[in-house]
């Protein structure tokens, strides 16, 4: 046993071992600029190495070891460097802020220093050496760092002409501890499963709840979140100083300019219902948006409690990483119910759920993930529920029912949770109809369920008639308004979306949100479950169930129906965005028939033609926005899921199906969202820490005016109330204040509010979700505007005085 014991912990230390080295070098070989190294390699120019010594300072200084700007255009100067010099690397350390402006002059024997033989390029915090090439005779120097007064940073050294060795151990400088540590433990991983598969899953079942409360924890304490807030960072200095992996988004301006902001926006301003930060008149934070509030209505949003708990930075990694984790383990213990506890189809629909294109698109905003937790999850209280005798874990079960349906009813975006609420209500009818037999009723079930129903409707009572005015001002917008969907057989192609929806995460497209789907395989899983039904002796109930309201769902997608069933089933308010939940509806299908019987495929000589049609409605669906060479992409993909399921009585074309099907939602979905570490692209921005410093020193009303569509609610991070920070639904008395009452079919929508200062006060429309407003600076300081952020100089506008400048924006303050 001894001797058992330590071989064991030989061969982890082992795999330690390894998986260090791995990492380093996976690390190393991302992060290294080849074609630096390469001009490394073929320099054969002296090398020269540069420090303070050598420098002479022009308007700047030494102070506590960092050279810091005296004055406007601070400088170093190198003289006498009288030879070629190819190449360079800048190495500085402590910057003042996270990210300071450089530009390199050079100058031969001669010559003065020009910008035409200079070199510009950003420092980040997080860098140690920066490379740039010159390729030319040198014999002065001259380098520009930072652009204002107070700048400072420690300069380390300036290497020229840097040899392979020195461009090598200074790439280690660079290098990024974080994902080192994040490429560890993935490796580590694969070579525990690798050594025994079998096992490894085994455990990975047995403790999956631990292992997921571990991984939210892991990523919360390292602040990983997925918001493309980034993108702020990268369009006002050049880069996301916070992104470890992947690719923000810069279409999902709904998630970081509007709900991200409106999140960290109550962590600095306490929490509120009713927020005094966002816009004109209190806002209310709760009903629109779902952000954090201290209340105990919270609890219907279980995921936002992460900012009141752990603040905006680990908040947000919360936010992400629980919904994700939860979200993937509430699916696959769904799917161990309705394809009979086979755990290698349940984790593939685990897979497909929680990283499905659609669900990454939308990951952050309008709670689709939400949905699928508490429709899911109440589905699954429901199956134990009449599996227990116990009152203890029934009162238990209904408290959790309870937060489901509340927080399911706090989605609040019927375009989604109306026809989801279809696809759950058909998987409860098939359960109940299958555990009929064991259904008993009694007085102790009656009076759960009574109290159960009483606390959802009184905590739903105090939450809308809480914000009973914000729902009425939203429910009679211009825009979005009421919408009514009826059916159109013009959305035929959207059901095949799900074999494109996948390409998004790399390719092109307009709007790759509105062309993501679940990876649904349809019209396959209807047609296998038909096939199942009709071979096998037993109908299957849920088979029966599921493919009677995707029939419906198809139908009413597809066709006007009667006003009288859009008025019943309230479908009308779906919008297109029906053929999600006939997505996921298929989901269920195509795996409940391959659970249900394994040779259903193979025995059905009308599959293939199935397929073949499959593949020409795909190919050629969608020609707009797919590609030719995304179409073969496409026609393979047909060809080759239809050959598994062919053969899908044979074990291996299971797990090659398994496979094939995690590794497209992984590409199609995981790699949508980019994966970031903390906030500091946005509370090191040098605009953001002069918000907060002035807005410190004198609190007032901020307004963002000039262009600045994606900027309009920065100040509101910081906790600066904003008057046109994004309208969630009208505010009536800021039109009134500004004299503009009657301009409601402007002012009367969800809008992004773009201001002018100009010499008269007026409304139009730029979009419809985007106001254009001019006002004069007078009107301003009545509403009790005190600052105003701008991308415009308006240096000669009366009633104006410039306070502070970063990032090409202009901070004044109202005289």
Sequence with gaps: MREETMKNGRTLLKYILYAVVLAVLAEFMMTLDYHSLLGAHGNSNQQLTLSMKDAELVNCEIKDGKVTAAGEDPQLIFKDINQSVSSFQLGLKSLSSSVLDVRVYYAASGEEFSEEKSVEFSYYENQRFVTSAINGEVESLRVDIGD???????????????????????????????????????????????????????????????????VIAFCTILKLHGSSIGVLGELLTGRDVSRVWGTSRSIRTDEYVVFTEMALSQVRSG??????????????????????????????????????????ERGLAFYWSSR????????????????????????????????????????????????????????????????????????????????????????LYPAWMIPLFFVFLACALAMILEDRKRIHIKKQDVLLWG???????????????????TITAEMNTVYPGARTYAGSMGDFDRLFKSWSSWLWSFGDTGNPCEESDFISLFPLG??????????????????????????FLILFFLFRMPDLIIKLSLLGHASYRLYNAIGLLNIILLLRSLAASEKTAANFKLFLPVAIVTAIMSYWGNTASITPAFKVIILI????????????EKKEYQMA??????????????????????????????????????????EG????????????????????????????????????????????????????????????????????????????????????VTYVLSLQDMEDTTGLEQVGEANNFTIYKIA
């Design 657 to 698: 199906f398994a496979v094939l099907m995690i590794s497209v939602n992984l590409v199609g979905g995981g790699l949508v969202n980019p994966v970031c570490s903390g906030l500091d692209n946005v509370y090191k921005l040098p605009v953001v820490q002069q918000i907060e410093k002035l807005n410190s020193q004198e």
């Design 451 to 469: 109290a159960g129903i009483l606390v959802l409707a009184v905590s739903m009572v105090y939450i809308f008639s809480t914000s009973m005015d």
């Design 637 to 648: 993909s047909v060809i080759g899921v239809t050959l598994l399921l062919l053969h899908f």
């Design 701 to 784: 009303m901020w307004v963002v005016t000039g262009d600045a569509f994606m900027y309009e609610n920065l100040p509101t991070v910081v906790g600066a109330k904003t008057l046109n920070a994004v309208a969630t639904y009208p505010d009536e008395k800021l039109w009134e204040d500004l004299g503009l009452s009657d301009q409601d079919q402007y002012w009367n929508r969800y809008a992004h509010v773009s201001v002018e200062i100009g010499d008269e006060t007026k409304v139009g429309l730029g979009a419809a979700d985007v106001l254009k407003v001019e006002v004069t600076a007078e009107k301003l300081k009545e509403l009790g």
């Design 148 to 214: 204002q007064e107070g700048d400072s940073y420690v300069f380390d050294e300036l290497c020229l002409n840097p040899h392979t060795l020195t461009y090598l151990k200074h790439s280690f400088a660079n290098l990024s501890g974080l994902r080192i540590f994040l490429y560890f433990i993935g490796i580590f991983l694969l070579f525990l499963a690798a050594q025994d598969f079998g096992r490894f899953c085994e455990m990975a079942f047995r403790y999956r709840w631990v292992i997921g409360a571990i």
């Design 324 to 411: 994700l984790v939860i979200c993937f383990l509430v699916s696959f213990e769904f799917g161990r119910i309705f394809t009979k506890d086979k755990r290698m189809l349940s984790t593939v629909y685990a897979f497909m759920i929680s990283f499905a294109p659609v669900v990454q698109w939308w990951f952050s905003i309008n709670e689709l993930v939400e949905m699928l937790i508490f429709g899911q999850l109440a589905l699954i209280i429901l199956y134990y529920y009449v599996r227990t005798d116990s009152l203890k874990r029934k009162c238990i079960m209904v408290v959790g029912l309870v937060i489901c349906a509340g927080g399911y009813i706090m989605t």
């Design 271 to 312: 929490f509120h219902w009713f927020s005094d930060v966002w816009g004109y008149t209190p806002s209310d934070m709760f009903i629109v948006y779902g952000q954090p509030v201290l209340n105990l209505t919270t609890l219907f949003r279980p995921f936002s409690m992460g900012y009141i708990l752990f603040g905006a």
């Design 526 to 551: 209807m047609v296998l479950s038909l096939i199942a039904l009709v071979k096998s002796k037993k109908k299957d109930l849920w088979l029966i169930v599921l493919n009677v309201f995707n029939a």
